[in-house]
């Protein structure tokens, strides 16, 4: 029998995994917890951990079976759940930050190192229940460890609910209070989305939307790396044929995430969702998409040209992807945060990079402002108008948008905090100085754009 | 794509010297892996082998031949890699 593969072929396998970092980032279980609700909090914590834990017990095993059948690292398992306010809604009088607890308690029992879904979506009004739920943030993320917290407070169906936007602000300067012996960790675990996609498999964003079935595996892909030695094998093409090259080398490596994750459902037991064909940075050099900006040419990222690099590398690795995989889901595009992305972090200090180019960068990628830390004295309102100009751009363009950002307590611009493992460390970056307080402090919600109404 | 193939792509790359297949296939017959194909080549001293074998009557699990193999791949100074085919299968054709 021939070898169906040529040498060449089988060699460029070999040096993904070996030399170029490639990895599955991410096996998501996607559990639904509607049917653990209860009026006392007490049987729904016993509920939520009893789910949990009866539903991943063979979630990490599986994932490392899969590791040693396959030769690719799967780099983490995790777990996201139903958004934790549809939950606790018929618990009137209960904190919502225990169910945070007995979520983190069935993490660390099952052995991942996140779970998601400690959230409320908000984008047009709250319920008692989501008001109890974000109220309960800072409580619940400075008592937990693996517990990861989203709010979505805008759509382009719906428009910017700005009081949740409002609200959202003072949460996570309260949240930096919390865990300001952490240097304000606690904020690296809550996202503020716009757009929310409901199986995205990435943390601290990842949940399990109404739309879900029972239980579901997401895979999210990584693979910077790969992609940055494409382009830097590549130092002279045009661009259409960069373009080209990058779109088959994404196509290669989401095909990895599409076996892995039909795989991984199948020794499950559960259906297969989606994969995430995400370029995910991690601190390690070599696995950074700033250094892929570089490689175009770009002196450092940041400077003009940037938006126009990331622009074509996220859409090559969509057109690439999206032929890989029969279902393309969650964010899918460039992340760009700037705390687990050497590049980014290097450009941040050198000066290249600044809040207001990150913002414009948000427009033509997956995300937002992603991993920022900022100064701890930015004022609750300042927050809050950041959130609501990522909120603006995701709404307007139809796409996702988030903020991750981090007020780090006693901290200022020029100083670097440290989060340790995947969520690297950030240097503190400037906001501007100007006052958004009476922006902010006229509540209400922004309309829903004209892009909203395609019926 | 979707049936489980039961064969592996092994390589080894690494300094040519005397008895690197022979070394590797041996830990493979031992264990019942029937080779279907090899393929061979060596660019300037550099050794790189390709063989797909069939696992199906493999006396061990996959995990235990890959150490079997990569600590075979330490003694001969070569770098042995086993991997499914269908890695190949799904990333080089659709």
Redesign the interface.
């Known amino acids: ?7 060449t ?3 460029e ?2 040096r993904m995994v ?1 030399d170029e970092k490639f990895d599955i980032r991410t096996i998501t279980l996607g559990i639904s917890l509607l049917d653990c609700a209860h009026e006392e909090m007490g049987p729904l914590c016993d509920r939520v951990y009893e789910k949990v834990v009866r539903s991943a017990e063979r979630l990490v095993a599986t994932g490392e079976a899969l590791e ?5 690292p799967i780099v983490n398992k995790r777990i996201a759940v139903t958004p934790m306010a549809h939950v606790t809604a018929p618990c009137r009088r209960g904190n919502p930050a225990e169910a945070a607890r007995a979520l983190d308690r069935a993490a660390a029992t099952v052995g991942v190192n996140f779970i998601g879904g400690f959230s409320a979506l908000v984008q047009k009004g709250m319920t008692d229940s989501d008001r109890r739920l974000i109220e309960s943030i800072p409580e619940a993320l400075a008592t937990t460890e693996r517990v990861c917290s989203s709010v979505n407070v805008g759509s382009t169906k719906a428009g910017i609910n700005m009081d949740a936007v409002a609200l959202m602000g003072r949460v996570i300067r309260e949240t930096a209070r919390r865990t300001a012996d952490r240097d304000g960790l606690g904020c690296a675990k809550l996202v503020v989305f716009c757009n929310a996609p409901e199986d995205n498999p990435f943390m601290a964003g990842a949940f399990h939307g109404a739309g879900e079935p029972e239980k579901v595996v997401n895979v999210g892909i990584s693979g910077p790396g790969v992609v940055l030695n494409t382009v830097r094998r590549n130092p002279d093409i045009r661009f259409g044929l960069l373009a080209d090259r990058i779109k088959r080398t994404t196509f ?1 490596i989401t ?2 995430g ?2 892995i994750g039909r795989e991984a459902a199948r020794r499950l037991g559960v259906p297969f969702g989606i994969v995430d064909l995400s370029l995910a940075p991690t601190p390690a050099w070599g696995d950074s998409v700033a250094e892929i900006l570089e490689a175009m040419g770009l002196e450092r990222c940041g400077t003009h040209g940037t938006t126009a690099a990331l622009a074509l590398l996220n859409d090559a690795v969509k057109k690439g992807g999206a032929m890989a995989t029969s279902y393309v889901g969650g964010l899918t595009g460039a992340f760009i945060p700037v705390s687990e992305d050497a590049g980014m972090i290097r450009a941040v200090e050198e000066g290249t990079l600044c809040i207001d180019k990150l913002e414009a960068m948000t427009c033509v990628c997956s995300v937002g402002l992603d991993m920022i830390a900022v100064p701890g004295d930015t004022p609750a309102s300042t927050l809050s108008a950041v959130i609501a100009d990522e909120a603006a751009i995701g709404m307007i363009n139809r796409k996702t948008t988030a903020v991750r950002i981090i007020p780090a307590p006693g901290r200022q611009v020029g100083d670097r905090v440290e989060f340790g493992g995947l969520l690297g460390s950030a240097p503190v970056m400037a906001v501007h100085p100007e006052s958004s307080e009476a922006f902010i402090a006229r509540g209400g919600r922004i309309p829903a754009p004209i892009q909203s109404m395609t019926n | 794509m979707e049936e489980q193939g039961t064969r592996a792509v092994i390589t080894v790359v690494g300094q040519d010297r005397v008895g690197i297949i022979a070394g590797v296939t041996v830990v493979l017959a031992e264990h019942g892996v029937n080779i279907l194909d090899i393929s061979q080549t060596i660019v300037s001293g550099f050794f790189s082998m390709i063989t797909v074998a069939d696992m199906s009557g493999c006396s061990v699990g996959f995990s235990e031949l890959k150490e079997k193999l990569e600590a075979k791949g330490l003694e001969l100074g070569v770098q042995v890699t086993i991997q499914h085919e269908d890695v190949f299968r799904y990333m080089h054709r659709i």
Request: aromatic letters at 8%.
């Open positions: 029998m021939p070898i169906q593969f040529q040498p072929e089988i060699l396998t070999i070996a040693e059948a396959y030769g690719i290669k095909r990895m599409e076996l």
